[in-house]
């Protein structure tokens, strides 16, 4: 169960899930990925714009990102970044029990610098930004646990890939960078079922284009789990994948292109 946890610091994290090189090239592919959060956005209404400010709390290099909308397996359980609400000064986040949405889960709301406890594992919410909620394993055991390399960098499927997928591990990561465009290049992610595969594990898909309204929605699946699920995106919004970011620099009709922002 998510509960708060009083009894542990505050530290300061970040991290990254997820997976290795991409195959998709910068015009997306083809097929796609269901999620399994139920979907809410709706195409037909003008989306309301998230007030900001886009992060509060700081995140240092150790912890775990937890994207917008996806899950995260962690040691003893596993946790989703279920909403996100700003009001021009602060942001909390609401967090759900469990990598995979299930009805009946518990769910709190959250600040940066509280305390909590996942699955009986305690962790600090250091960072919660628009497109991610930072969290910091208390444990050392924890912290070892998740930078763990795995026996692969090849996807096996399913939860076997949980160490290529839910990990903070530098291989990893940084095999998941380079799979991106290099710092400023912009990738195109087609509309209609494009999806952007990696070796890993990871898939990443355009789940709607809203001309009309100037919002998309990006999805994420890794080892079997709906990673990220970014509604309402516009231009100038930042998304992460992998630990890598973008600024959504583009929508079109039958695509979303985004510009990676970080090295």
């Known amino acids: 169960m998510l509960r708060p946890a009083s009894k542990y610091g505050i530290a300061g994290a970040v991290t990254a899930l997820l997976a290795l090189t991409g195959c998709g090239s910068s015009s997306g592919g083809s097929g796609g990925d269901p999620t399994d959060a139920p979907t809410t956005a709706t195409t037909t209404q003008a989306a309301a ?27 003893g359980g596993g946790v989703q970044y279920a909403a996100a609400t700003a009001d021009g000064t602060t942001r909390t986040a609401t967090l759900r029990d469990g990598a995979k949405y299930e009805d009946g889960q518990k769910q709190q709301s959250v600040k940066a610098g509280q305390r ?11 960072q919660i930004c628009s497109y991610r909620v930072v969290l910091e394993p208390q444990d050392a055991k924890d912290k070892a646990t998740l930078a763990a390399a795995p026996k692969s960098l090849a996807s096996q499927g399913g939860e076997a890939d949980n160490g290529l997928c839910f990990t903070t591990n530098p291989e990893v990561l940084a095999a998941a960078s380079k799979g991106f465009p290099a710092r400023g290049e912009t990738q195109s992610l087609l509309d209609n079922g494009g999806v952007w595969k990696f070796p ?5 898909t355009v789940s709607y284009v809203d001309t009309d309204t100037g919002t998309a929605g990006l999805g994420a699946n890794c080892a079997a789990i709906a990673v990220a699920d970014y509604k309402d995106v516009r231009v100038g919004d930042t998304v992460e994948f992998a630990g890598v970011r973008f600024e959504i620099s583009e929508l079109t009709d039958d695509a979303v292109r985004m510009t990676r922002t970080s090295a």
């Open 116 to 126: 909590i406890t996942v699955g009986g594992h305690a962790y600090t919410v250091s």
């Open 200 to 204: 890993t594990g990871l898939s990443i």
């Open 49 to 75: 714009k998230d007030k900001g400010p886009v992060c509060v709390g700081e995140a240092p290099a150790d912890g775990v990102h937890v994207l917008r909308g996806g899950g995260f397996r962690l040691p």
